[in-house]
């Protein structure tokens, strides 16, 4: 089992490190209010993980799960960051341009939100993963490795070693990992992709209208391979949310 840190309490952050501890993973978990606007979440979890800041979690996780906001990064405190060097780091994020603000690059299509990145933080290893589904699937799509309705999820990077060990994670959170390709190969589970959150849908017009209320259904592996090998790449320029 390995150590995770974990940046990031929202629904993403804390629904990871619900599945890591029942996966016997050691969960160091921050955001940026500090240690003490996480109890609620150490109490249900009955102690079994631990609240820090966000260098704290930077240091302790062998991976790091980086669940915040594209627009955040800039916050990230320089003893994180050094922390991060070397270390493989799955980004859960996308970029919303309602939230992030405009950021050429990205809209002109010069590169992937994973490469932008990884252009941040230029001494970690970012894989990309969690991002195409929506967080209260993830608990609800959560399966053991032997299960027969076992959905994929989407993994890419540009480092081999650290997109095993992200795989591996992935496979111990309940989900079969699906390789996607280089982080330049990761638009095909960006958002408006043929590969984003509406495939985890149970009703897709239910998700359309409400998607909180749509409980799910399971994605094969071998659909979601074939999902992304179609995805056309989104036109990042004219998305308005």
Same mark, same amino acid.
């Given at each position: 089992?390995?150590?995770?840190?974990?940046?990031?309490?929202?629904?993403?952050?804390?629904?990871?490190?619900?599945?890591?501890?029942?996966?016997?993973?050691?969960?160091?978990?921050?955001?940026?209010?500090?240690?003490?606007?996480?109890?609620?979440?150490?109490?249900?979890?009955? +102690?079994?993980?631990? @609240? =820090? /800041?966000? %260098?704290? &979690?930077?240091?302790?996780?062998?991976?790091? !799960?980086?669940?915040?906001?594209?627009?955040?990064?800039?916050?990230?405190?320089?003893?994180?960051?050094?922390?991060?060097?070397?270390?493989?780091?799955?980004?859960?994020?996308?970029?919303?341009?309602?939230?992030?603000?405009?950021?050429?690059?990205?809209?002109?299509?010069?590169?992937?939100?994973?490469?932008?990145?990884?252009?941040?933080?230029?001494?970690?290893?970012?894989?990309?993963?969690?991002?195409?589904?929506?967080?209260?699937?993830?608990?609800?799509?959560?399966?053991?490795?032997?299960?027969?309705?076992?959905? +994929?999820?989407?993994? @890419? =990077? /540009?480092? %081999?070693? &650290?997109?095993?060990?992200?795989?591996?994670? !992935?496979?111990?959170?309940?989900?079969?990992?699906?390789?996607?390709?280089?982080?330049?190969?990761?638009?095909?589970?960006?958002?408006?992709?043929?590969?984003?959150?509406?495939?985890?849908?149970?009703?897709?017009?239910?998700?359309?209208?409400?998607?909180?209320?749509?409980?799910?259904?399971?994605?094969?592996?071998?659909?979601?391979?074939?999902?992304?090998?179609?995805?056309?790449?989104?036109?990042?320029?004219?998305?308005?949310?």
């Amino acid at each position: 089992m390995a150590r995770l840190g974990i940046i990031g309490s929202g629904a993403i952050g804390a629904g990871i490190a619900r599945l890591a501890v029942a996966a016997g993973h050691e969960v160091t978990i921050a955001n940026s209010r500090g240690p003490e606007s996480l109890t609620g979440l150490v109490d249900e979890l009955d +102690g079994r993980v631990r @609240a =820090g /800041d966000v %260098a704290e &979690a930077a240091r302790f996780g062998e991976i790091v !799960v980086l669940a915040v906001p594209l627009s955040a990064y800039d916050a990230l405190p320089v003893d994180a960051l050094d922390a991060l060097d070397g270390k493989a780091v799955l980004s859960t994020g996308n970029y919303y341009p309602s939230r992030d603000g405009r950021i050429e690059d990205l809209d002109s299509g010069a590169v992937t939100t994973a490469e932008h990145e990884q252009s941040l933080l230029p001494g970690a290893v970012i894989v990309k993963a969690f991002n195409n589904i929506v967080a209260h699937h993830i608990p609800l799509l959560a399966r053991p490795a032997e299960a027969p309705d076992r959905s +994929g999820l989407a993994v @890419a =990077g /540009d480092d %081999a070693d &650290a997109l095993h060990a992200v795989s591996e994670l !992935v496979g111990t959170l309940g989900f079969e990992p699906v390789d996607a390709g280089s982080l330049a190969e990761s638009w095909r589970f960006e958002p408006e992709s043929g590969a984003y959150t509406n495939v985890y849908a149970a009703d897709p017009d239910l998700f359309a209208r409400d998607y909180l209320a749509d409980k799910g259904t399971p994605l094969p592996p071998d659909r979601l391979r074939d999902l992304l090998t179609a995805s056309l790449r989104p036109d990042v320029a004219g998305r308005t949310f």
